[in-house]
């Protein structure tokens, strides 16, 4: 199997390549622009990138006035594989160099039945991405896991909803099996770069993006970087206390803001409402579905079901009290919302507003936009590829 070997041989051409990474073709004089750097010793740089083959020319440039200069674009036969572990399914992307998602294939799969498994799902869904025609090989390839991960050594650490998964190398293990090289990280940091880089963070360096899925968490982006803390494990909000000495949480905790509002929180307050009679819409469809999911709430609340619209309501104050005080202490320029409870749409979205809005302080939320994510399940799949193109575009 095809390894990419070729890298940048310095900070020069790291910066050109994530240039045309990020914003597609460009001709010589533009990329001159945007880089410090003399036209000889741009030219210079140019020729050892394409000697590479890790750009190519593409064509000539419009003309700027005197000789037309030729357009470079990143090899065009690169591919990136994307593959963001949620706690009940799996998705699985295939990009080419510009992270635009050329494939994308969804499973459900529950992530407790360990890394073997999982993993095994994996490799059967990037086969058949091979097979579909959109790749010959991966160049690399970006994991998401819904956990806490030793970032340099692409290893969970004691993942709450993950056992089994605690120290599992999962960065080696999958890249002996791809054969590429590959990256590991916190899936929220993901949803993070995914909205980032193509996505309603485009051009924001500071922001927030919370995942309200099964579980909590949080990606904090500071000057374009995602934070990730010491030890990897910085923006796990969901084991923020929201209620004192309250609910026990999946963490032994009592009072957890995942205990009170996340997928799984959301589905026991839903069957207890349709249950206790509370909901005549949610106890049908626990009737005809056996259980019960953010789905069916979201379902129930745009059919006008009171019970469940204050349970988002709720859960949306729960959520908002906590961002508050993230609003207050990082002042960020935006707060991103994704994940599968976001679902819930606009309902959730005005109650996380309001208590944010009306807890912090003026100054942090004068200029605030809390906005859902606009890429949905791509977000994960298009950061685990920026993931892996920003370790092969650094200098070696």
Same mark, same amino acid.
């Given at each position: 199997?095809?390894?990419?070997?070729?890298?940048?041989?310095?900070?020069?051409?790291?910066?050109?390549?994530?240039?045309?990474?990020?914003?597609?073709?460009?001709?010589?004089?533009?990329?001159?622009?945007?880089?410090?750097?003399?036209?000889?010793?741009?030219?210079?740089?140019?020729?050892?990138?394409?000697?590479?083959?890790?750009?190519?020319?593409?064509?000539?440039?419009?003309?700027?006035?005197?000789?037309?200069?030729?357009?470079?674009?990143?090899?065009?036969?690169?591919?990136?594989?994307?593959?963001?572990?949620?706690?009940?399914?799996?998705?699985?992307?295939?990009?080419?160099?510009?992270?635009?998602?050329?494939?994308?294939?969804?499973?459900?799969?529950?992530?407790?039945?360990?890394?073997?498994?999982?993993?095994?799902?994996?490799?059967?869904?990037?086969?058949?991405?091979?097979?579909?025609?959109?790749?010959?090989?991966?160049?690399?390839?970006?994991?998401?896991?819904?956990?806490?991960?030793?970032?340099?050594?692409?290893?969970?650490?004691?993942?709450?909803?993950?056992?089994?998964?605690?120290?599992?190398?999962?960065?080696?293990?999958?890249?002996?099996?791809?054969?590429?090289?590959?990256?590991?990280d916190n899936d929220v940091n993901l949803m993070a770069m995914g909205e980032q880089h193509a996505g309603v963070a485009r051009s924001v360096d500071d922001f927030l993006c919370v995942k309200i899925g099964t579980g909590i968490g949080c990606g904090i982006v500071v000057g374009g970087d995602v934070y990730r803390g010491t030890t990897g494990s910085a923006g796990d909000i969901g084991h923020i206390q929201a209620v004192p000495e309250g609910r026990a949480c999946a963490c032994g905790n009592k009072g957890c803001l995942e205990a009170y509002f996340s997928g799984a929180a959301l589905a026991r307050?839903?069957?207890?409402?349709?249950?206790?009679? #509370?909901?005549?819409? $949610?106890?049908?469809? @626990?009737?005809?579905? &056996?259980?019960?999911?953010? *789905?069916?709430? %979201? +379902?129930?609340?745009?059919?006008?079901?009171?019970?469940?619209?204050?349970?988002?309501?709720?859960?949306?104050?729960?959520?908002?009290?906590?961002?508050?005080?993230?609003?207050?202490?990082?002042?960020?320029?935006?707060?991103?919302?994704?994940?599968?409870?976001?679902?819930?749409?606009?309902?959730?979205?005005?109650?996380?507003?309001?208590?944010?809005?009306?807890?912090?302080?003026?100054? #942090?939320?004068?200029? $605030?936009?809390?906005? @859902?994510?606009?890429? &949905?399940?791509?977000?994960? *799949?298009?950061? %685990? +590829?920026?993931?892996?193109?920003?370790?092969?575009?650094?200098?070696?």
């Amino acid at each position: 199997m095809r390894r990419m070997t070729a890298r940048p041989a310095n900070a020069h051409q790291a910066r050109l390549l994530r240039l045309l990474r990020d914003g597609g073709p460009n001709s010589r004089a533009q990329l001159g622009d945007q880089v410090d750097l003399s036209r000889s010793k741009l030219a210079v740089e140019v020729d050892r990138l394409l000697e590479t083959g890790l750009v190519v020319a593409d064509g000539l440039a419009a003309s700027r006035g005197g000789r037309r200069s030729h357009n470079i674009r990143l090899a065009p036969g690169m591919r990136f594989l994307g593959v963001d572990i949620g706690a009940t399914s799996i998705d699985v992307a295939v990009t080419n160099a510009e992270l635009e998602v050329l494939g994308h294939l969804n499973h459900p799969m529950d992530v407790r039945e360990g890394p073997v498994a999982v993993f095994e799902q994996v490799l059967v869904m990037a086969a058949k991405l091979k097979v579909s025609g959109l790749a010959e090989e991966f160049d690399g390839a970006g994991i998401g896991v819904p956990g806490p991960v030793r970032f340099p050594e692409g290893v969970p650490v004691a993942p709450p909803i993950m056992p089994g998964w605690d120290g599992f190398p999962v960065r080696e293990a999958l890249s002996q099996e791809l054969g590429c090289p590959v990256m590991v990280d916190n899936d929220v940091n993901l949803m993070a770069m995914g909205e980032q880089h193509a996505g309603v963070a485009r051009s924001v360096d500071d922001f927030l993006c919370v995942k309200i899925g099964t579980g909590i968490g949080c990606g904090i982006v500071v000057g374009g970087d995602v934070y990730r803390g010491t030890t990897g494990s910085a923006g796990d909000i969901g084991h923020i206390q929201a209620v004192p000495e309250g609910r026990a949480c999946a963490c032994g905790n009592k009072g957890c803001l995942e205990a009170y509002f996340s997928g799984a929180a959301l589905a026991r307050d839903a069957e207890e409402a349709a249950r206790s009679g #509370a909901s005549p819409e $949610l106890a049908g469809r @626990l009737e005809t579905s &056996g259980r019960l999911t953010a *789905v069916d709430v %979201a +379902a129930a609340a745009a059919a006008g079901d009171t019970a469940a619209l204050d349970l988002i309501r709720a859960g949306g104050n729960h959520v908002g009290q906590v961002i508050a005080g993230l609003v207050s202490f990082f002042n960020p320029g935006l707060v991103v919302i994704g994940g599968g409870v976001t679902g819930l749409g606009h309902t959730l979205l005005a109650s996380i507003r309001t208590q944010v809005y009306k807890q912090s302080l003026p100054l #942090a939320t004068g200029n $605030l936009p809390i906005v @859902l994510g606009e890429l &949905g399940p791509a977000a994960g *799949v298009t950061g %685990a +590829a920026r993931l892996i193109s920003d370790h092969l575009f650094s200098p070696v």
